[in-house]
């Protein structure tokens, strides 16, 4: 059936014919300087093309040499005017005016269409957010991973199925799990396992611990200073430190810190392994953490194939995005540890239905690789077989070519086949150590993190306007009676050593007066402290009661979490699909990274005016 469509500006007003599956031509008008051109349009299924970007060398030539621009960013990918080519004489004035009309003009044109501001999608929780400036525009692959990357899970389904196979797997060993269930608030990522204490805890960027579990009970704040004060997280200790950066080990982190209640309950046999908290967590992964996730993942994918629609959150959003990515020109891969069979199934399941003209996922796709083995994918070679039927019958291969479909191999070959290297590749994954630092540390790809925790913390924020507001505003007064306060009492420190006074009027003041003022300047503070409390135990929990927010430790520090995303990820967003509304010839910029100093530096120019 046709569908007619009217846009908004009456003098542009048309109708535009869409017919599925079929090509067909229809005209349309365009509005410039007063006048209105003809132009052409192709529609392909429900996708309208303009013929002067198909045939852009027309008017369009990409830059032959590659230079770097102000930023120090390739200009690869870039577009020039071709010599010759007017439009020069429209375009006399000062630059900036000369810059404003045109972007109007464009935004009206965009209107027009019916495109949606591309400013519309950067203040929101779908958002893509730059930690280092990131020209796309510049990259000639993207390479992504499909577990919680291209393909979302339920998170409740998914964790608490893992849960479930999880404790299956402890009752089988003797651990007693009667009576447990999965609690999804008890965990949240970001968090780090302290397997020499029994303890969950959550740092902030420098590895200080602000709040801190044990078994499934939230210490104190003193008891987390008295455990913790001279004590910082560091990652590269693995014998002692554990940290939960990806949504898998949210069941796995439940079930330790359930066992570690039991554990003290003096519930456990001794005979399952020496009684401390290491112990416990080397018992509970006895064959191996890699080995035990990897059996309890191959019990849950069976069960995933066989219902998909129970576990995957389709998003018809995001075939079109990576098929906008691949018609820019840029080569798509897949990389992924999961393997034949269930990715075949899988992506069948969650692409094939929203692509258009009969395209199947592999139509995407300039390469495919399961069973990555990452991260040593990035790290060193393994064979690696080509998959050469649709039942997953594999032969050995040697090199890899554009459109294969490949089990094992490495980073290098993919290099080597496609002939691209470094930071002309992105990469985009869920799992900050396996996807995102190590593609990056030893290749130099580009990386782009997917959180999808991203937009429920945005919601939770919006939710947290006014208490954080009030609550900061009854620590800035805390601070201003602090001030005073502490200003009296070096007055009055200075009278009792008999110390010259500054003032005349500090001469003359009587002690009494002195120190009754510093008693009620006193009781405000302490007043104010238990208030302020209570406010700063609360402060996040829209987003999780125990833990806050994922991104902040403390009311205004950064989570250990955040430090690594911005240390590894160039670019963080909650999905693949919010490329979409960045078009992919997007030029992300980082923003000005605020230092201490910098309040004073505008309150004294401010003063100044």
């Known amino acids: 059936m046709d569908a007619i469509t009217h846009m908004r500006n009456p003098l542009l007003a048309r109708p535009k014919v869409i017919i599925p599956q079929t090509q067909t031509t229809t005209t349309t008008t365009k509005k410039k300087k007063n006048s209105l051109d003809v132009i052409?349009?192709?529609?392909?299924?429900?996708?309208?093309?303009?013929?002067?970007?198909?045939a852009g060398g027309?008017?369009?030539?990409?830059?032959?040499?590659?230079?770097?621009?102000?930023?120090?960013?390739?200009?690869?990918?870039?577009?020039?005017?071709?010599?010759?080519?007017?439009?020069?004489?429209?375009?006399?004035?000062?630059?900036?005016?000369?810059?404003?009309?045109?972007?109007?003009?464009?935004?009206d044109l965009l209107d027009d269409l019916g495109i949606v501001s591309p400013y519309s999608s950067r203040n929101s929780s779908r958002g893509i957010f730059c930690s280092r400036t990131l020209n796309l525009r510049s990259i000639s692959a993207i390479g992504y991973d499909m577990d919680y990357t291209l393909m979302h899970y339920n998170v409740m389904a998914w964790e608490g199925r893992a849960y479930d196979y999880c404790m299956d797997n402890l009752k089988n060993i003797g651990f007693p799990v009667a009576g447990l269930s999965f609690d999804p608030d008890l965990v949240i990522?970001?968090?780090?396992?302290?397997?020499?204490?029994?303890?969950?805890?959550?740092?902030?960027?420098?590895?200080?611990?602000?709040?801190?579990?044990?078994?499934?009970?939230?210490?104190?704040?003193?008891?987390?200073?008295?455990m913790y004060g001279r004590e910082l997280v560091d990652l590269r200790k693995?014998?002692?430190?554990?940290?939960?950066?990806?949504?898998?080990s949210v069941s796995e982190a439940v079930a330790y810190m359930q066992m570690v209640d039991r554990l003290d309950e003096g519930a456990i046999a001794p005979d399952l392994g020496p009684l401390d908290y290491k112990g416990l967590y080397k018992a509970i992964y006895a064959v191996g953490k890699a080995l035990f996730r990897a059996h309890v993942e191959g019990q849950l994918k069976n069960e995933i194939m066989s219902k998909p629609e129970l576990f995957v959150e389709p998003d018809p959003e995001l075939p079109l995005a990576l098929l906008d990515q691949k018609e820019a020109g840029k080569r798509l891969?897949?990389?992924?540890?999961?393997?034949?069979?269930?990715?075949?199934?899988?992506?069948?399941?969650?692409?094939?239905?929203?692509?258009?003209?009969?395209?199947?996922?592999?139509?995407?796709?300039?390469?495919?690789?399961?069973?990555?083995r990452k991260p040593e994918f990035f790290q060193m070679s393994h064979p690696m077989y080509e998959v050469v039927t649709g039942e997953g019958l594999m032969r050995p291969c040697f090199k890899a070519r554009p459109g294969g479909l490949y089990?094992?191999?490495?980073?290098?070959?993919?290099?080597?086949?496609?002939n691209i290297h470094g930071d002309e590749i992105l990469y985009v994954g869920d799992h900050?150590?396996?996807?995102?630092?190590?593609?990056?540390?030893?290749?130099?790809?580009?990386?782009?993190?997917?959180?999808?925790?991203?937009?429920?913390?945005?919601?939770?924020?919006?939710?947290?306007?006014?208490?954080?507001?009030?609550?900061?505003?009854?620590?800035?007064?805390?601070?201003?009676?602090?001030d005073?306060?502490?200003?009296?009492?070096?007055?009055?420190?200075?009278?009792?050593?008999?110390?010259?006074?500054?003032?005349?009027?500090?001469?003359?003041?009587?002690?009494?007066?002195?120190?009754?003022?510093?008693?009620?300047?006193?009781?405000?503070?302490?007043?104010?402290?238990?208030?302020?409390?209570?406010?700063?135990?609360?402060?996040?929990?829209?987003?999780?009661?125990?833990?806050?927010?994922?991104?902040?430790?403390?009311?205004?520090?950064?989570?250990?979490?955040?430090?690594?995303?911005?240390?590894?990820a160039d670019i963080y967003t909650s999905r693949v699909s919010n490329f979409l509304h960045y078009t992919p010839f997007m030029y992300f910029r980082s923003q000005e990274q605020t230092l201490a100093h910098d309040s004073y530096s505008y309150q004294h120019s401010e003063f100044n005016k």
Not at 191 to 201: F, M, P, R, S, Y
Not at 465 to 477: M, P, Y
Not at 517 to 546: C, T, W, Y
Request: proline share 2%; glycine share 6%.
């Open 189 to 226: 990522r970001g968090l780090v396992i302290d397997k020499e204490k029994g303890n969950l805890v959550k740092a902030d960027r420098f590895g200080y611990v602000k709040r801190a579990m044990h078994g499934t009970r939230m210490l104190s704040n003193r008891a987390v200073s008295e």
């Open 432 to 482: 900050i150590y396996t996807d995102v630092s190590q593609s990056k540390v030893h290749l130099r790809w580009r990386t782009a993190l997917i959180c999808r925790e991203l937009e429920e913390e945005d919601s939770a924020l919006i939710q947290s306007r006014g208490h954080r507001a009030a609550l900061i505003e009854l620590i800035n007064q805390k601070e201003v009676v602090g």
């Open 40 to 54: 052409t349009v192709f529609v392909v299924g429900n996708r309208m093309i303009c013929p002067c970007s198909v």
């Open 238 to 248: 693995e014998n002692r430190w554990e940290f939960l950066n990806t949504l898998f």
């Open 484 to 568: 005073l306060f502490n200003q009296l009492r070096l007055a009055l420190q200075r009278r009792t050593k008999a110390r010259p006074a500054q003032t005349l009027a500090a001469t003359n003041m009587d002690d009494q007066e002195l120190t009754e003022s510093m008693q009620k300047l006193l009781i405000v503070m302490q007043r104010l402290d238990h208030k302020i409390a209570p406010m700063l135990e609360a402060d996040g929990e829209h987003f999780n009661r125990r833990w806050g927010f994922l991104s902040r430790a403390g009311l205004w520090d950064k989570s250990h979490l955040v430090r690594q995303i911005e240390k590894y």
């Open 407 to 418: 089990s094992g191999g490495s980073a290098q070959m993919i290099e080597n086949s496609l």
């Open 58 to 107: 027309d008017v369009f030539t990409s830059s032959s040499k590659h230079d770097v621009d102000y930023l120090g960013q390739s200009t690869k990918g870039d577009l020039n005017l071709k010599s010759g080519m007017g439009g020069q004489a429209t375009l006399e004035g000062p630059i900036e005016e000369v810059a404003r009309m045109e972007a109007l003009e464009a935004k």
């Open 333 to 372: 891969l897949l990389i992924t540890n999961s393997d034949y069979h269930y990715t075949d199934k899988m992506m069948k399941h969650s692409f094939n239905r929203f692509l258009p003209n009969d395209m199947g996922w592999r139509d995407l796709f300039d390469m495919v690789i399961v069973s990555a």
